[in-house]
């Protein structure tokens, strides 16, 4: 049985993805909101990892309602 081979990324490279700086994905990182490993002085990400992440960060509608809720346009 063959294993999916593991497509590995390296930091700039996820954080292009992910459309966000290196400084934040090494704080995702740190935070554990994102995997990643260490090998010798280099970290890698695995490609599936990064699209799980966009994944559970997809915003469910009605979500955001307390970021426009109340508003000035609201009270017209």
Do not use: C, N
Not at 10 to 16: I, L, N, Q, Y
Not at 26 to 36: E, H, S
Not at 38 to 66: N, Y
């Amino acid at each position: 049985m063959a294993q999916d081979e593991i497509i590995w990324l390296g930091t700039r490279e996820a954080a292009h993805q992910l459309g966000i700086t290196t400084r934040t994905l090494y704080r995702l990182i740190d935070q554990g909101q994102l995997t990643a490993y260490k090998f010798g002085r280099v970290i890698r990400l695995q490609q599936d990892d990064v699209h799980a992440f966009i994944e559970r960060s997809r915003i469910t509608p009605g979500d955001l309602e307390h970021l426009y809720a109340g508003t000035v346009d609201d009270e017209d």
